[in-house]
């Protein structure tokens, strides 16, 4: 089974510091999305990434960096958390075909 | 998570009956269709998947249907347990340049009583 794993499930955090919120994928996928969760506005598209290095923006890509060093690791970077980030992040990764899997999610709170 | 559903539409059934959850969609050049269930918690889960070339697709206990004319999507589950209670969320593929990029509706919650 894929497993996608995120390095933190809840997770407090003061307005302006620098956040990181690591996802990991074990099943050698090209694809790697991040999302964030929102009530009544569903998913939201942060950042995906298609291979190593490589990065494109979402729908909603301001406040927001991202990383890809490694095939298995997509990072996303708040460079100084606001309030309005609070939320539910969601990070899928993807193969050949188009069924994203998601990891357990990080609940963000910035205060 | 458990606010995920704060304005979410509702469908409350019995264990035991069938559930159909609805999704519409808004891109006719979408081709290919999936949905998810999401528990309190948890990240949204794959359930089944269809692609435009199909109108019907059966899994264990659910089956999708897809009407392209009115753009339209449905989840039927079949002697609704306990534990399908959740979050359904139906997914639009909107490639762009060939690239997979997946469109999210909003979801419903389920409810399923003893």
């Known amino acids: 089974d894929v497993k996608v794993t995120q390095s933190s499930r809840y997770l407090v955090k003061r307005t302006g510091e620098k956040v990181f919120l690591e996802c990991v994928q074990d099943?050698?996928?090209?694809?790697m999305f991040w999302y964030r969760q929102d009530p009544g506005l569903g998913l939201r598209l942060i950042y995906f990434s298609y291979d190593v290095k490589m990065k494109e923006k979402g729908d909603i890509p301001e406040g927001y960096s991202v990383s890809r060093e490694k095939k298995e690791r997509f990072s996303l970077i708040l460079e100084s958390a606001s309030t309005n980030q609070t939320s539910m992040y969601l990070c899928a990764s993807s193969g050949d075909r188009n069924e994203q899997f998601f990891g357990p999610g990080t609940r963000l709170t910035v205060l | 998570g458990e606010s995920v559903g704060l304005h979410l539409p509702t469908l409350s059934v019995q264990e035991g009956d069938n559930s159909i959850i609805n999704c519409a969609y808004s891109n006719s050049a979408s081709d290919y269709f999936i949905w998810y269930k999401q528990e309190s918690g948890k990240g949204p889960q794959f359930i089944i998947d269809i692609r435009s070339n199909m109108d019907k697709r059966q899994g264990q206990r659910v089956t999708v249907l897809l009407n392209k004319t009115v753009k339209h999507l449905s989840l039927q589950i079949a002697a609704t347990q306990p534990g399908d209670s959740a979050v359904y969320f139906c997914a639009e593929n909107r490639s762009r340049t060939g690239f997979q990029k997946l469109v999210f509706g909003t979801g419903t919650r389920l409810l399923v009583s003893p």
């Open positions: 099943m050698d996928h090209e694809n």
